[in-house]
């Protein structure tokens, strides 16, 4: 089914549940003929799978690629961390990341 709203691009955006700020200014900014699709996600032990889950719970909205609003510079080995669920959602879901520039270029 065609997404009467989103000509241009579906997004799925994964946020942390706590997060009241990304979901608002991403609204703010999207562009006539896009649609963001909002999850939100636990930060515990397990953030990569619980990222990966609610990117799957998304899927079926019809995204066609990710946006994640977490600041991994916050959390230890952020970077890895950041590589490691880029690659981890991208593996599980087979849709690209969009916002990540040259850091994750292999995606």
Do not use: C
């Not at 006539?32 to 799978?49: K, P």
């Not at 066609?64 to 593996?91: C, H, K, M, R, Y």
């Amino acid at each position: 089914m065609t997404d009467t709203l989103a000509q241009r691009k579906v997004f799925g955006v994964l946020v942390p549940n706590f997060n009241s700020a990304v979901e608002p200014e991403l609204a703010d900014l999207r562009p006539e003929g896009v649609s963001n699709q909002t999850a939100r996600f636990e930060i515990d032990a397990t953030v990569l799978q619980n990222v990966v889950d609610a990117a799957k719970s998304l899927v079926p909205s019809g995204v066609e690629a990710w946006i994640v609003g977490l600041s991994t510079e916050s959390f230890p080995d952020g970077l890895a961390l950041l590589q490691q669920g880029a690659q981890n959602l991208v593996e599980e879901t087979g849709l690209p990341i969009h916002g990540f520039g040259r850091l994750l270029s292999n995606y």
